[in-house]
Each structure stands twice: as C-alpha cells, then as structure tokens.
C-alpha cells in the first residue's frame, strides 16, 4: 500500500504572509488533488493536476497557487494568509478517471494570528 | 449546481443498535451520478467506505450498507448493529462518471457509539 504525507501538521503564520503546504505520495497516481475544510463544512476544491507540470483550478482557487513539478508532490501556497483564518487543507491523490477512489493525508491544520 | 445534504451530527447512538445515516443529492449537472461514503476514523485521514455507480445497485464495506435510489436521489448509509469502532466522520459524495476533480461533498456527520 501506499501513503500520502502532508507537512506540516500544523501551520501557524501571520496576516498577510505567504505560507507553503506540502503533498507527497508513493502511490504512483497521476491526479493530486488540494481541498480545504472549514468546520462544519464539506471539502471543497482549491486546485488539481492530472499530471506532471498540469494545474487545473478548482471552485476556490483564489488566494492560492500550485506546483506540481513532480508526479510524486503537490504543494499549495497560500499567497496572502488571512488573518482569524482556520481550516483544514486535505491532499489527495488517484489513477486518473471517475469512480476512482481519492486516498487522502492526514491534513494540516492552518491558523492565522 | 450539485449538492449532497446529509444528517447533521452529532449523531450518539449506543453499541449494537440500527444506525441510518441520511444522504440526499440534487445532480443538475450529472445525469448517471456515482456516489460515495467517505470516513474519517480519529487520527486517520479520509478514506473510501463504499461506493455505487450504478443506481439501484447497492454498496457495502464494514458491515455498512448504501443504495443508490436515483427516483428518491438518496444514498443512506445504513449498519444493522454498530460498533464503538465505527466512532467518526462520515461523508457522502457525489460525482460524475468522468472525473474525481468534480466531486462534491456534504458536509460530514459525526457518529458517536456508546459501549
């Protein structure tokens, strides 16, 4: 089996910081996924790629920006943190298709003083 | 656009009892849904439950059951008798048959199992 590893766990950074999340997997899948999870909320989409190199936007990419510079990472940058902001970004990855099951990290809990 | 309502936790129920987890879609965009239950066990990440992508089929993992009733656009997850294990998050999700980047989530439902 494979795992997917996010760093760090928790991040805390300052109102109008630039802040950097990490992805890894050694599944070997094609298509990474970044979510956020605000409490008593669904995932939603920030970004995904399918591929090497490939980033797709998703319904609330605004704020951020990705890089996908090898198969086997994704990381999310928060370009301008917000201040009271809370939440709970999720990496995921699968083989590329519909059905196919998302297999996801553990998460990093995001606070901003 | 597509939606996924699902019963609104915290849900306590005690151990060996029925457990229905209610789970309903509005699929504007989808014609032939797939639908998924995710969970989130505490300190683990979200993983795959079960899943159907063909409706009226059912779906089952764990001892947790799910149809896909596309008349009542519902996907109820359903286990005759819980375990303390089964103590988590759960969530529904709705997709189309083309892509994962399009799934939508409810907002989860927190289940706790009294010994």
């Known amino acids: 089996g494979g795992i997917i590893t996010q760093t760090p766990k928790f991040l805390i950074g300052q109102e109008g910081q630039k802040l950097t999340l990490k992805c890894q997997q050694n599944?070997?899948?094609?298509?990474m996924y970044w979510y956020r999870q605000d409490s008593g909320k669904g995932l939603r989409l920030i970004y995904y790629?399918?591929?090497?190199?490939?980033?797709q936007k998703g319904d609330l990419s605004e704020g951020y920006d990705a890089s996908r510079e090898k198969k086997s990472s994704f990381s999310l940058t928060v370009t301008s943190a917000q201040k009271n902001e809370m939440a709970v970004f999720l990496c995921a990855s699968s083989p590329w298709g519909g059905a196919e099951t998302l297999y996801f990290g553990s998460g990093t809990r995001l606070t901003v003083l | 656009g597509d939606s996924v309502t699902q019963t609104e936790g915290p849900v306590t129920v005690s151990e060996s009892e029925s457990l229905i987890i209610n789970c309903t879609y509005s699929a504007t965009s989808i014609a032939y849904p797939n639908l998924f239950w995710y969970v989130r066990y505490p300190g683990e990440g979200l993983q795959l439950l079960l899943k159907v992508i063909t409706a009226g089929q059912k779906g089952s993992s764990r001892g947790f059951e799910a149809t896909y009733n596309k008349e009542t656009t519902s996907f109820h997850l359903q286990k005759a008798s819980v375990q303390e294990s089964d103590s988590a998050v759960y969530y529904c999700a709705l997709g189309p048959g083309g892509s994962n980047a399009k799934l939508t989530f409810g907002k989860g439902t927190k289940l706790s199992v009294k010994s």
């Open positions: 599944f070997n899948h094609d298509t």
């Open positions: 790629s399918i591929t090497e190199n490939d980033l």
